[in-house]
């Protein structure tokens, strides 16, 4: 499953890299986290309840930056684990100073395997397109900044 984006915030670019970094930000605006924490200056730790439907599995797991230039990209890749098996997904991240403010581009491909494909490969992924959309919005409203989705390049 493939998903992507473009989202303009009405923020510096330095500001938007924070809130992207923040576990407290993060925590307040993905969408059942019940836990995140570093665990080095690369990984973070997380566990979250997904909600698919009727379905509301907790996923635990990591999640490791690679690629990382500072206020500009970063590829974000993990795996986690619960009840329906398997998810694992990596996204690659892109900053870009725009005249209103910063350019993020987003593209990520994701997997899953027992019980979650069951429920329906269709449902993953408009619930995933909405999560992902729902969350770069609310790191905005974290940050006190306007995010409106940008055309396609």
Known sequence: ?????????????????????????????????????????????????????????????????????????????????????????AADIHLADAADGTLLSFSADGKADGGVMRIGKALIGRSAQKVIDGFFESIGREMGAIVTAAPAA
């Open 1 to 89: 499953m493939n998903f992507g984006g473009r989202y303009l915030f009405a923020a510096d670019r330095h500001a938007v890299w924070a809130a992207l970094n923040d576990v407290r930000v993060l925590r307040a605006v993905i969408p059942g986290c019940e836990e995140i924490h570093w665990t080095s200056a690369v990984t973070l730790d997380l566990k979250i309840k997904v909600s698919l439907g009727f379905v509301h599995p907790v996923f635990s797991g990591e999640l490791l930056l690679s690629n990382v230039l500072p206020a500009e990209r970063y590829t974000l890749s993990g795996r986690g684990r619960g009840p329906l098996g398997l998810a694992q997904g």
